[in-house]
Antibody, heavy 120, light 108 residues
Framework: EVQLVESGGGLVQPGGSLRLSCAASGFTFSNYEMNWVRQAPGKGLEWVSYISGGGGTKYYADSVKGRFTISRDNPKNSLYLQMNSLRVEDTAVYYC?????????????WGQGTLVTVSS | EIVLTQSPGTLSLSPGERATLSCRASQSVSSSYLAWYQQKPGQAPRLVFYGASSRATGIPDRFSASGSGTDFTLTISRLEPEDFAVYYCQQYVGSQITFGQGTRLESK
């Protein structure tokens, strides 16, 4: 059974940093491209970042470019999101998602999400 | 950036009725890169359709999807109580993914 379990969320002050983790199981992690998607309270979905299976290709939404860094550790079956210079508008539930094997942008499995709150 | 606009914002229907949800793109989207998701309160989204008309695992056949170019549609032929949720369309092209703002399907 495919499982994605996020951790690392919490309360942080504006300008602070946080590192999210996602533990993957039930599939060959290195074979799949991964994404982070976020959802502000009561709002819609916003794609944040993508990473290829080997980790060599990364994409970012304009809203986080230069502040967030996506990475992965395939031997540990883990995905990460390093978030720096956090802003109030980064407050959201962050979901770890898996891209389909044949289409990286179709997200076939989602974790339960981890809440990041940026507030003073 | 391709903007996806969903309509209506909220759709109020009764169980057994037919639901038609619309997603319009600001420029042409390859149907291969269009997907639909369902999200229920307190839950993560769930993939419903990908490639515009390919049903995801476990999605019942009362759900169907179609469209091309800039206009895409998700149809639920006979609503069941568990179908009431928020539905998002989504596309990806190049190095970006964008979502529509969502349609809330509520029970009348």
């Amino acid at each position: 059974e495919v499982q994605l379990v996020e951790s690392g969320g919490g309360l942080v002050q504006p300008g602070g940093s946080l590192r999210l983790s996602c533990a993957a199981s039930g599939f060959t992690f290195s074979n799949y491209e991964m994404n982070w998607v976020r959802q502000a309270p009561g709002k819609g979905l916003e794609w944040v970042s993508y990473i290829s299976g080997g980790g060599g290709t990364k994409y970012y939404a304009d809203s986080v470019k230069g502040r967030f860094t996506i990475s992965r550790d395939n031997p540990k079956n883990s995905l990460y999101l390093q978030m720096n210079s956090l802003r109030v508008e980064d407050t959201a539930v962050y979901y770890c998602t898996r891209g389909r094997y044949d289409s990286w942008g179709h997200l076939d499995y989602w974790g339960q999400g981890t809440l990041v709150t940026v507030s003073s | 950036e391709i903007v996806l606009t969903q309509s209506p914002g909220t759709l109020s229907l009764s169980p057994g009725e037919r639901a038609t949800l619309s997603c319009r793109a600001s420029q042409s989207v390859s149907s291969s890169y269009l997907a639909w998701y369902q999200q229920k309160p307190g839950q993560a989204p769930r993939l419903v359709f990908y490639g515009a008309s390919s049903r995801a695992t476990g999605i019942p056949d009362r759900f169907s999807a179609s469209g091309s170019g800039t206009d895409f549609t998700l149809t639920i032929s006979r609503l069941e109580p568990e179908d009431f949720a928020v539905y998002y369309c989504q596309q990806y092209v190049g190095s970006q993914i964008t979502f529509g703002q969502g349609t809330r399907l509520e029970s009348k």
